[in-house]
């Protein structure tokens, strides 16, 4: 009896009602002091050391949310697990940024009230993150900029952060249309993550640099307030119905046209561990007013009215939070879209040949390197890198349905790469600063049905990576 009762006890206070809520607020609505004191707490937890551990976000440098979200990418992207995943990374980031002092919440960058005008904003200013620059190199003013002393690692191997995008958004109203107001499952919501107003919101950002990368786009700090946006999108619509909240359901990787890389789906689940945010299940983050996340978002220019769709059966839709708010914004259509996609295919020349299936095969040919490529079925190149490509459906009724075309291919390989450790270079010690993060088992790839190949090159990034900065070689 007394087990029981304590046993009860336990449940209650793992799903209790979290006392003081954090409302986190759009970038335009803090004062100057502090913008200011929120980017102090990103250099801090910056500069600390990695603690490989995921677990405790008073330890985790900023390396090991990116070195974490970089691991995973393959099936933190692309699939079910996308908004899951992204929430529990976020509410750890911002547990990290309150133990370094910042109890301001995370902050969102209101990218649908903003759609062709956002790089004009303070944001984007010598005062704070810095101007948008036109090529690869790296941040030339702003809070993180080299001069002010700002180290990171950037993706491109200068220590640096890099952002070189330019492009319109997807507008509130566009997403109001297209997304909040049609949406009534959790998948329907996800949509296709590559494409829609998160990779959109990468790519315009970020281009060919930092925020544009796949893997390694958290290396950019403007990765947490478009990601914070992102998940104020799924808050608006976990409001609208009761049974919202805790709906998820979908696949880890492949979907309706599966990817022959990643092979063929597996269903998730909510007691289904997120891999490496130690000790959470998407459970964990559906509800923002649970004790973990205890949060919930403050209304923005792009808070306009839309009419949703009905809630299920038996259920009462939830008073719209915003029904007074309109705002004007510019009609963003497919074709605009179309046009602004078909800017960024590849520079290097690209042979596509028919493949089995509805499939192509692709040729990127980059840097006198060739490369072979398997595009699932209804999806097209969307970017492509000397190292990966990125894909999105191929018009947009594919892009209506789900398409499941995954962000990152990599090169199809018969065989897995081995790490070559270069002469100069050694394996961490126990007392090196950085560790090797705990790569997938062949068994945890397996059950997920991933590409081995990939995940294993991936891996073979990350160690010769660590074993760089042990040796100095990267600040
Ligand atoms: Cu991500």
């Given at each position: 009896m007394q087990l029981l009762l304590s046993l009860a006890l336990l449940a209650i206070t793992a799903n209790a009602v979290c006392t003081k809520i954090t409302v986190r607020r759009e970038w335009g609505q803090l004062s100057a002091a502090d913008k200011n004191a929120y980017i102090a707490a990103v250099k801090k937890i910056t500069a600390r050391p990695m603690s490989n551990q995921y677990k405790d976000p008073t330890k985790m440098s900023t390396d090991d949310f990116s070195t974490t979200h970089a691991a995973n990418a393959h099936w933190a992207?692309?699939?079910?697990?996308f908004l899951v995943f992204h929430r529990a990374m976020l509410r750890l980031y911002e547990k990290a940024l309150e133990s370094a002092g910042w109890t301001g919440g995370l902050i969102y960058l209101d990218e649908g009230a903003v759609p062709t005008t956002w790089n004009k904003l303070d944001l984007f200013s010598k005062d704070y993150f810095g101007s948008v620059t036109r090529t690869q190199q790296c941040l030339t003013d702003g809070q993180f900029s080299k001069a002010s002393g700002f180290v990171d690692l950037g993706d491109n191997g200068r220590s640096c952060v890099s952002r070189c995008g330019s492009g319109t958004m997807w507008s509130a109203k566009y997403i109001a249309t297209n997304v909040l107001s049609t949406a009534t499952t959790y998948e329907q919501l996800r949509g296709d993550d590559t494409a829609n107003y998160h990779g959109t919101g990468h790519m315009v950002m970020g281009g060919n640099c930092d925020m544009g990368n796949?893997?390694?786009?958290?290396?950019?700090?403007l990765f947490y307030l478009h990601h914070t946006y992102v998940d104020k999108i799924y808050w608006k619509w976990q409001q609208l119905c009761p049974s919202y909240v805790t709906d998820y359901e979908g696949n880890l990787s492949a979907g309706k046209n599966p990817n022959p890389l990643l092979g063929n789906s597996r269903p998730v689940s909510p007691t289904l561990p997120l891999d490496s945010w130690v000790g959470l299940t998407a459970a964990d983050v559906f509800?923002?007013?649970n004790d973990f996340l205890c949060y919930t978002y403050s209304k923005s220019a792009g808070d306009i009215d839309y009419t949703a769709a009905k809630c299920p059966k038996g259920q009462t839709a939830n008073t719209n939070p915003w029904a007074t708010n309109t705002t004007k914004t510019r009609r963003q259509d497919e074709t605009r879209l179309a046009k602004r996609a078909a800017t960024k295919l590849p520079s290097g020349s690209v042979t596509v040949a028919e493949g089995i299936n509805g499939t192509s095969q692709v040729q990127v040919t980059c840097a006198s390197k060739t490369s072979n490529y398997i595009i699932p079925a209804g999806c097209v190149i969307h970017k492509s890198f000397c190292s990966h490509i990125s894909v999105k459906p191929a018009n947009s009724e594919a892009a209506k349905k789900d398409s499941h075309c995954p962000m990152v291919i990599r090169p199809a390989c018969d065989k897995e790469t081995d790490y070559v450790r270069a002469d100069n270079l050694k394996a961490p010690e126990p007392t090196s600063v950085y560790q090797y993060p705990s790569f997938l088992t062949d068994k945890q790839i397996r059950v997920r049905n991933m590409d081995h190949c990939g995940v294993r090159a991936s891996d073979v990034n990350v160690m010769r990576l660590v074993d760089e900065l042990n040796a100095g070689l990267r600040v």
């Open positions: 992207h692309a699939n079910a697990e796949p893997l390694w786009s958290p290396r950019d700090p509800d923002t007013k």
